[in-house]
């Protein structure tokens, strides 16, 4: 675990998060467990953001009447929303997922 720590630190939207967590004591039995959740909240996190582009550029797409620029965002959309409920169903990230928490 902790060469996926010293992995995701230097990455600019975990790296503050990682580094906090790492000099703090955690209050929990399984750090683990404690580290995963973080990075699950994390890859929610940035999965609404990215949602909440994607919206923007919707709108954007529809006024300007790009109809195959809209298309594609709404499956971009679509595909967001249904990770997101994937993690939001889901029991902790397994930590297989570790390296792809900001794909």
Do not use: W
């Amino acid at each position: 675990m902790s060469e996926a720590i010293i992995n995701i630190q230097d990455d600019p939207q975990c790296g503050g998060v990682v580094r906090a967590l790492s000099l703090s004591e955690l209050p929990y039995d399984d750090v683990g467990a404690a580290f995963r959740d973080s990075l699950k909240a994390l890859k929610l996190r940035h999965i609404a953001d990215e949602i909440r582009e994607v919206k923007t550029a919707l709108v954007a797409a529809e006024r300007a009447g790009q109809a195959e620029n809209a298309r594609t965002l709404m499956l971009r959309q679509s595909a967001l929303q249904q990770e997101r409920q994937r993690l939001l169903s889901s029991g902790p990230l397994p930590m297989t997922e570790v390296g792809s928490v900001n794909a």
